[in-house]
Each structure stands twice: as C-alpha cells, then as structure tokens.
C-alpha cells in the first residue's frame, strides 16, 4: 500500500462568491489541479523517484570521473571552479598575493602550476580572506586536494541537512526519503561537479535558522553577515531584516561583517582589499566570463535575461520584479506566525533576487523545501497545503531542465520559485487565523488517505 502525502479529502470545500472575478476562478483552478496532482505524490513513489534520480546522477559523474589524469570524459578539469580556489591558494602560499586580482598574472601562473589546465580560466571575484581559507589545500596535489574539498562539502550539506530533518517533527518517520531526497538534490550534486563554496553558505542560513529559533538574534546576524563573502546571497535577507527592524539581528551582521573584512585587511594589507573591491566594482565588465551559461543560472536576472533580447530591459524588468519579491518576502515575514513559513520565504527570496546565482547555490534553498514539507504535513488542511506539495517537488526537480532553457529560452524553475513564494504569502496571511493543528505522537500518513 502506498503512503499518500495528502489527499483531497483533507481540503475543505471553497464555494465562491456569488460572482467571482477572474482572479478567483483562476486561483482555484490552481488549487484544484495542484490538488489532483498532489494525490498522486506518495512516499514510496518520491522515494522511487529520488532513487532513479540518484542513481543516474551518479553514476553518470563517476563513469564522467573514471579517466586517466585531470581531465574527465567532456575534456574539462576535475573538480571545475575549484581549480581557481587552488590555484589562489597556491598564490597565497607561496607569497604572490599580488598576482590574486590580476586575471593575466592568475592565468599564467595556474598554467604553470597544472599544464592540463590551458584554456580554463576564471575571474578572481572572491575577497582575499575566502583564498587564504584554501591555503592548506593548496599545499597538497591537486587530484588530492579536490578530493578532500568535495569530501568536505559532502560533510557540510549532509550535517546541515540532518539538522533540518532532526528539527522537522513530521519528517523524522521518513528518514529514508529524506536520505534519498538529499542524495539525489540537483543542487548537491552540482556544488560536488563543480567544487564550489556555496556549502559555507548552507552552514550559514543553517546556522541563522537555529539561531531564530533559539532566541540568539545577534548570532543569527553574525551568521547573515558572513554572507559578505558570497553577498548576492545576502540581498534578500539585508532588505527583510531591515524592514522588520530586527535590530539586534543587524548588529551582528554589521559585526561580522566588520570582523571579516577587518581580518583581510590586517592580515592582507590595504593595499590588495582595495584590489578587491576595484575588481568587484568593475564586475559589470567580466560578467560575460561569470556568466557564459546563463542556463546553469536561476534567478531573476538570468530568467529576464534568458527571455528578453534586450539586456537593458531585462535589467530594468529584473530591478521591479526583485523590488516586488522582496515586498512579499517582508510580508510574508512580517504576518506569518511560523518560523517555518518565514524563513522558507526569506530563501526563496535570496534566490530569487540573486543577481548572480548558479545551479550549486541551490544548495541554500534545501533548508526551505525541509522546513515546508513539515509544515504541510502539519497543515493537512491549509488550503494551500495540496499546491505547496506539488510546487516542492518542482522546485526540487526543475532545475534539472536548465538545459532546455537554452533552447526554449524560459527557465521554468524560476516560476516554480515564484508560485512558492506567493502560496508562502497565501499561507502567512492565513496561518495567524489558523488553529494550530496538534502534533501526533506518531505520523501515519494514511490516516489523510480517503
């Protein structure tokens, strides 16, 4: 027998008004198709999907892997953007800092340092104290250090990751699923393909999460404000904590912030912090080179800039639509009752509004797809408990589809992200008028089946 994760039997009836308007009927077609479509989520069929999925992901990367030397199967380096983080290091460690901000110098020396690697070349867009982190690394093979750092984000996102599920009453029965779920997650999987930082920004919303729900404002802002390494991940959450006045949170961040960079300069110099942050300014010039797949991408931006031939208009489009995303994302916070509900939209506004944002930052938005599965589960009869549970499913897997965006010109993830963020809206204005349901001593997900 199948286990359900919600049936329609748990949706009460929705009789309109006497003449409903367009938007209504439109809104509860949504909702009666997503209901019908969630009927058919089960766990064993999640669990079989995340399986498959799992499998051939894989699978795929380590028949990609199985080669002689430093080059894969598609000819590119092991490990991809970590390359750069290795060769940065090597350039702190053997004391030519000077070279870290100087995209030609930085080539020539990683081709010297690794001649497989001729061709591949990246723009340094990383303050200095990010490469001093990878200094250690730097100092052992590169097959070895790629190694170690992929290990090291695995360790990272799968202790986040139990966090989460430890912490999600209802989730704790479906370990298993969460299991596979977190093996097979496109994000995951990218962050380890390309060798990546953004598992450090998992700890940090993770660690934010904890700090909320604990009372610890201020250690919630000193962990918002580390983001100042990878800070267009840091939009969403700067623009709501200053809308809601979460002062204490703000203090933190300023002081992690302050800490962070305080550490580069003193530990740099001014000198190269000044070379930072002229090559950060200057970033509107290299964004073709940070950008040559804008369908590895999934925010906003690239969605505009994906759709629309002009990249000017696209750029107005972007700033509107991110002003209209983070107004939702203050109110959900502001009305929601839920800590679940608030922070799933504060990361899916720190998608969304990302400027720069690639498929292995994903990783940041897991927390939000632990945290509303658990809230669905405890809201078996929210009315837009059905449609959050077929959107969860296509937030986790649309980005798989990014490819096709490349021909069809539509990056279909970022709707799934939006229709989120407004049944999170839909949800927040409804959960202070909500009863809260009680918390079964166990989760028998057939007592919802008709």
């Given at each position: ?106 080539a020539g020396y990683q081709t010297a ?125 700067a623009v709501v904590l200053i809308a ?207």
């Amino acid at each position: 027998m199948t286990e359900p994760l919600w049936s329609s039997a748990a949706l009460p009836s929705t009789s309109g008004p006497d003449k409903p308007n367009l938007i209504a009927c439109v809104r509860r077609a949504f909702f009666r198709s997503c209901t019908r479509l969630a009927n058919l989520l089960t766990v064993e069929r999640v669990a079989l999907h995340a399986a498959l999925l799992a499998a051939f992901l894989w699978s795929g990367y380590a028949v990609d892997l199985a080669t002689p030397g430093l080059h894969d199967r598609a000819g590119n380096i092991k490990g991809a953007d970590f390359l750069h983080f290795y060769t940065a290091g090597r350039l702190l460690r053997t004391g030519h800092a000077n070279a870290l901000y100087d995209p030609g110098a930085q080539a020539g020396y990683q081709t010297a340092l690794l001649p497989e690697s001729r061709g591949t070349y990246f723009v340094p867009m990383y303050g200095p104290q990010v490469y001093w982190l990878f200094e250690p690394l730097a100092g052992l093979p590169y097959g070895w250090a790629v190694m170690i750092w992929a290990l090291g984000n695995c360790g990272l996102y799968c202790g986040c990751c139990y966090l989460f599920w430890r912490s999600c009453f209802h989730l704790k029965p479906h370990g298993h699923l969460i299991f596979l779920l977190a093996l097979a997650y496109p994000g995951f999987f990218s962050l380890i393909a390309f060798g990546q930082t953004s598992g450090l920004a998992l700890v940090v919303f993770t660690i934010a999460f904890f700090a909320l729900r604990a009372g610890r404002s201020f250690l919630a802002g000193v962990a918002f404000g580390s983001l100042i390494y990878k800070p267009q991940l840091g939009v969403a959450a700067a623009v709501v904590l200053i809308a809601t006045a979460q002062w204490r949170v703000l203090a933190g961040g300023a002081t992690a912030i302050i800490a962070q960079l305080g550490f580069a300069r003193v530990w740099f110099g001014g000198a190269l912090l000044r070379r930072y942050g002229q090559m950060f300014l200057r970033v509107a010039r290299v964004q073709p080179f940070l950008e040559p797949k804008l369908y590895q991408m999934h925010s906003l931006r690239s969605f505009l800039m994906l759709l629309l031939p002009s990249n000017g208009f696209a750029l107005v489009l972007y700033v509107l639509s991110a002003i209209a995303v983070l107004v939702v994302a203050v109110l959900c916070w502001r009305r929601a009752d839920d800590l679940r509900l608030r922070y799933a939209a504060l990361l899916t506004g720190s998608v969304l509004v990302a400027p720069h944002l690639w498929i292995y930052d994903l990783v940041i938005f897991a927390p939000a797809l632990l945290l509303l599965a658990d809230w669905a589960f405890s809201h078996q009869h929210a009315e837009t408990t059905g449609s959050i549970w077929v959107i969860i499913y296509s937030c986790y897997a649309l980005p798989l589809l990014g490819p096709v965006a490349e021909v069809t010109r539509v990056q279909i993830s970022v709707i799934a992200f939006a229709i989120l963020l407004w049944l999170l809206y839909t949800a927040s204005k409804q959960s202070g008028n909500d009863v809260p349901e009680p918390a079964p001593k166990s989760v028998n997900l057939e007592m919802y089946s008709e």
